[in-house]
Nanobody, 114 residues
């Protein structure tokens, strides 16, 4: 019954911004560490950002200063604000619950291209 649903992906120009959302159900959301991961074609899935149940954050070096992870426990939702997007950010973005993750969403496509 656990479900994580990503939304907010799409096509954006380099330098643009997107905000991804991850809506969770079937878990006591506030008790879980959460994270965003991404997978580009031909590459392994990689960590983008994590946030603990008490709000501590961690980012991959490649996105530091550009992306911000946050959570709203009252809404059972996690967010990833992505600014100054680059073509190399193009990937399917997945949200995950658990530290380490044991629940995954289906992913949302982010394409950064002129």
């Amino acid at each position: 019954q656990v479900q994580l649903v990503e939304s907010g992906g799409g096509l954006v120009q380099p330098g643009g911004s997107l905000r991804l959302s991850c809506a969770a159900s079937g878990i006591i959301f506030r008790l879980y560490a959460e994270g965003w991961y991404r997978q580009a074609p031909g590459k392994q899935r990689e960590l983008v950002a994590t946030i603990t149940s008490d709000g501590r954050t961690n980012y991959a070096d490649s996105v530091k200063g550009r992306f911000t992870i946050s959570r709203d426990n009252a809404k059972n939702t996690m967010y990833l604000q992505m600014n100054s997007l680059k073509p190399e950010d193009t990937a399917v973005y997945y949200c995950a619950a658990g530290g380490p993750p044991n629940y995954w969403g289906q992913g949302t496509q982010v394409t950064v291209s002129s």
